[in-house]
């Protein structure tokens, strides 16, 4: 007996040492990063929300990531302006531009490590850090031969809904806005107010009468049950007694409340008075918010943008505990062209139909193409690419020359 355990033991001594022997991963390493400068114009000219703001052109960051293997990823970060969000064009840049040196030799492919260490290196920023993260996970799409939405949790059904967003006018050039884009094929609408009660209350009958009339007449086209949701979003603009102004002044009407005011306490206490569903907005930035609004019940879906929580890594948690609490969501980011829209869209397709109100397709919005993608909009929705990594291929004549470029 004594000789069997020392047998026993030798044996299960040998198979633990044998762990030393398994082949490592062996990875791959950034070798070299650069970054471009875009203007994204707009077909619309102008795009305006809340307390009179408005932007013309879009500033883009595009950074691109080498790698060892030869395999390239890309990345791209585009701020909706410098007052919207604690986060700026040139901010962008000069962030890469500090992180980068260190994470030369870094491996792209671990994600968690990459984040980790853009945390060390960086406190707070996550919109310099989101177009690190995507290009990473364009990447690790690549070497793996997957499409990025294969590795969120792969993609549901054929095509997912897109809404338009309304730029803040008057109500009738917003209510002809509507009917405009309803000819295009969308079916869900973003309507910008956070303005005075009585204009926002006017605004939202306009554009909610409008709807109603149209969806009639497609449904005699044999749209049969088609509702056309209207979001009304006040991008944090109200005062907590405005906020009840304009909802009790449409309170007998089918919209959501958006993002009425600018903390999440101003907008807890609306919606404890609110008898109309609400989505949060500017205040959801991290995943401890979306715990704190499933324990409040504070809000009835939410919008997930991309570079706001730092990157695809942890949108991807967020969304993943939203589903986890029955939170729909509209999965979208701050702005962006081709590499955003793209982005966008793997994490939109990737996330339960049922769970997800709509998504967004910026690179509609404007003439300018950073990249070939087939994640285009067709009529009101869209499809992730089927390509490996995020699907995109930059237009370098559209890029120009870097404004920043290192490497070993």
């Not at 305006?48 to 013309?56: D, E, L, Q, R, Y």
């Not at 939170?327 to 793997?346: F, K, L, R, Y």
């Not at 998504?359 to 992730?384: C, H, L, W």
Request: net charge neutral; glycine share 8%.
């Amino acid at each position: 007996m004594k000789n069997l355990l020392k047998k026993q033991a030798r044996s299960t001594s040998s198979s633990f040492s044998s762990l030393s022997t398994f082949p490592a991963y062996a990875g791959c390493k950034i070798t070299r990063i650069t970054v471009y400068q875009v203007d994204l114009p707009l077909h619309e000219k102008s795009y305006k929300w809340s307390g009179g703001n408005a932007v013309s052109t879009f500033d883009a960051t595009v950074v691109r990531l080498e790698t060892c293997k030869g395999v390239v990823g890309y990345g791209e970060n585009t701020p909706l302006g410098p007052n919207y969000l604690p986060a700026y064009a040139d901010g962008t840049r000069s962030g890469i531009k500090t992180l980068a040196p260190n994470l030369l030799g870094a491996d792209p492919t671990r994600l968690n490590l990459i984040n980790s260490l853009m945390d060390k290196l960086l406190k707070g920023h996550p919109y310099v850090k989101s177009a690190i993260d995507m290009a990473c996970w364009d990447i690790l799409g690549k070497i793996a031969g997957l499409p990025v939405c294969e590795l969120l949790g792969g993609r549901y059904n054929d095509t997912y809904p897109l809404y338009r967003a309304i730029s803040q006018g008057s109500s009738q050039s917003m209510a002809r806005n509507v009917e405009k884009y309803v000819d295009e094929g969308y079916r869900i609408f973003q309507l910008k107010v956070g303005g005075s009660p009585h204009d926002d209350i006017e605004r939202i009958r306009a554009v909610r009468d409008i709807l109603d009339h149209i969806t009639v007449e497609l449904r005699h086209q044999g749209e049969k049950d088609l509702y056309i949701p209207l979001v009304c979003d006040a991008n944090t603009g109200w005062k907590m007694h405005q906020a009840l102004q304009v909802v009790n002044g449409v309170k007998d009407l089918n919209v959501y409340i958006e993002q009425p005011c600018l903390s999440y306490d101003e907008c807890l206490s609306v919606r404890r008075l609110c008898p109309l569903p609400m989505v949060l907005d500017e205040c959801m930035d991290d995943i401890g918010v979306l715990a704190r609004i499933v324990a409040d019940k504070a809000a009835d879906a939410v919008n997930l943008k991309i570079s706001k929580v730092g990157g695809l890594t942890r949108a991807r948690a967020i969304r993943d505990l939203a589903v986890s609490a029955g939170i729909p969501m509209n999965i979208e980011d701050t702005w962006g062209g081709d590499i955003v829209t793209a982005a966008i869209s793997h994490l939109a397709h990737s996330t339960p139909p049922d769970l997800l109100l709509c998504s967004t397709d910026f690179n509609s919005y404007g003439p300018v193409k950073i990249a070939e993608t087939t994640a285009m909009r067709q009529g009101g929705r869209m499809a992730a690419p089927v390509t490996p990594g995020l699907g995109v291929s930059p237009d370098h004549a559209v890029l120009g020359k870097p404004v920043f470029d290192i490497g070993i």
